[in-house]
């Protein structure tokens, strides 16, 4: 079956540090890849996404870096800042078209000041 | 900034009462979705559903949920008769299509079976 899966459950950088989150996945066809942010009694909120026929895509302060050979995705954060704690989630949409989400496990961010 | 609305933001029940947790999409959206978390654990996908009818479910959603847009801006879940293991948090969620698109989520309903 389909799954997603995360290295490390936490993580802990200093603030003004990069942070590095990384995610594994399992399902080949993939074409559609989403890193999500869920702070303490919320919902997940969208970060960056990237479609498989990139390896890399860039936002504000964020980068995700996307290895198919390895199917290994990655969410680079810069200058990691307090308002950056929260869970990380990278989620596929899968060989599905109804634009259901494969979530992996959560990777919990702790920014020390 | 349009968003997703979920109430009741809490809902504790008795276990075999049923429960309907509600949500407004955003208006322009056509796919909705529902996912559930269990403390501490991933979110999973509950359902899809796009033009009225169920599009996908996952192994979760058994005979027990059912999903409804009565008047075309609700979209409510109904659990017909709890269970404690239906203790968690539920996400609705929506996007304008299907496909390689951001999904909206809501701020979730915490569900509490007693």
């Known amino acids: 079956g389909e799954s997603v899966g995360l290295h490390l459950p936490t993580l802990s950088v200093q603030e003004g540090d990069n942070s590095i989150i990384n995610c594994a996945y399992s399902?080949?066809?993939?074409?559609?890849f989403i890193w999500y942010k869920q702070e303490s009694g919320k919902g997940p909120q969208f970060i960056i996404d990237?479609?498989?026929?990139?390896d890399k895509r860039q936002g504000q302060r964020v980068t995700v870096l996307l290895n198919k050979t390895v199917k290994h995705l990655s969410l680079q954060i810069a200058a990691t800042q307090p308002g950056d704690s929260a869970v990380y989630f990278c989620?596929?949409?899968?060989?599905?078209?109804?634009?259901?989400?494969?979530f992996g496990q959560g990777t919990t961010l702790q920014v020390k000041p | 900034e349009p968003e997703v609305t979920q109430t009741p933001s809490h809902q504790v029940t008795q276990m075999g009462q049923e429960v309907i947790l509600r949500c407004v999409p955003i208006s322009n959206h056509l796919y909705f979705y529902w996912y559930r978390q269990i403390l501490g654990q991933k979110v999973e996908f509950l359902v899809s559903f796009y033009n009225n009818e169920i599009s996908e479910k996952s192994e979760i959603f058994d005979d027990q949920f059912s999903v409804e847009r009565p008047d075309g801006s609700n979209f409510t879940l109904k659990i017909r008769s709890t269970k404690l293991e239906d203790s968690a948090m539920y996400f609705c969620a929506s996007l304008n299509r299907g496909g390689d698109t951001e999904a909206f989520f809501g701020q979730g309903t915490r569900l509490t079976v007693v």
């Open positions: 989620a596929e949409s899968g060989s599905s078209n109804t634009g259901k989400l494969i």
């Open positions: 990237i479609r498989s026929n990139m």
């Open positions: 399902n080949s066809a993939s074409d559609y």
